[in-house]
């Protein structure tokens, strides 16, 4: 769970973070710099916040992807890597706008990380825009860390406010790789296997050609697939799968 107060002393967030979003079931592949620069700046603001009179510095990286690349799972897992390093990480998912006000966005420079996803969701939105922009700039007073997602590049979003776009793009901006279809088939059983499910070749190709195959899909059907087979105590066969698929699961 994400929670973070607010200068009021409000409870400002109160997130619940997917059980498989971690860097360990996380495909990295072409992906590989962008993951390794998250984990390590996670790691050194920890290493800042807990060495008194340390070497701060604020560090910012940006990714930006199509939907099922992983920007919303790196970012959860980043959150959850700082809370096990002993922080009280804030990530913030702009997609749910419509319940926040811009606002909602003061006193968050306090944290160590601040994650920012969706960015997309604001972008054109003024009042959003200058609220950004102020969390910014005080994050890089406090030396604190922001990572960011987006579809598009900060260039390429249509910020309306060029010093905004100007600033989340002068650090780290990585375009992450969707994964092909070998691809999906490995993270697939990578993240079979992270939930002890035996997931034999035959079987994953088996989901992937009769399945819609972006990740979100794909791994809401594994959610579905170990449930129903810890209720059923059944092996993952091809039977099995087809059974599932024809009842309309998930």
């Not at 002993?86 to 306090?110: D, H, I, N, Q, W």
């Not at 490995?186 to 002890?196: F, Q």
């Amino acid at each position: 769970m994400i929670t973070h107060l607010s200068a009021r002393g409000q409870l400002a967030l109160n997130v619940q973070l997917r059980d498989a979003s971690s860097f360990e079931n996380f495909h990295m592949l072409r992906n590989r710099e962008a993951v390794s620069n998250v984990v390590i700046a996670v790691e050194r603001s920890a290493d800042s916040a807990t060495h008194a009179g340390g070497q701060w510095k604020f560090e910012q990286i940006f990714l930006a992807g199509e939907r099922g690349c992983g920007k919303t799972h790196l970012l959860e897992a980043a959150a959850r890597l700082a809370q096990d390093l002993g922080l009280a990480p804030a990530y913030v998912p702009l997609r749910t706008k419509a319940a926040l006000v811009p606002g909602f966005l003061e006193g968050l420079e306090s944290a160590a990380l601040v994650c920012l996803d969706d960015l997309d969701s604001v972008v054109g939105d003024a009042q959003w825009e200058q609220s950004l922009l102020r969390l910014y700039e005080g994050l890089r007073s406090r030396a604190g860390t922001l990572l960011v997602a987006a579809s598009s590049a900060p260039a390429q979003l249509g910020l309306g406010l060029p010093d905004l776009a100007t600033r989340l793009g002068a650090g780290l901006v990585y375009q992450l790789h969707p994964l092909n279809d070998d691809e999906k088939l490995e993270a697939l059983r990578l993240r079979a296997r992270n939930r002890g499910l035996d997931m034999g070749e035959e079987v994953a190709r088996y989901v992937l050609s009769r399945y819609p195959r972006n990740t979100h899909a794909l791994f809401s059907l594994l959610d579905r697939i170990d449930l129903v087979s810890l209720e059923t105590q059944r092996r993952l066969t091809i039977p099995f799968i087809r059974s599932l698929l024809a009842a309309g699961t998930p």
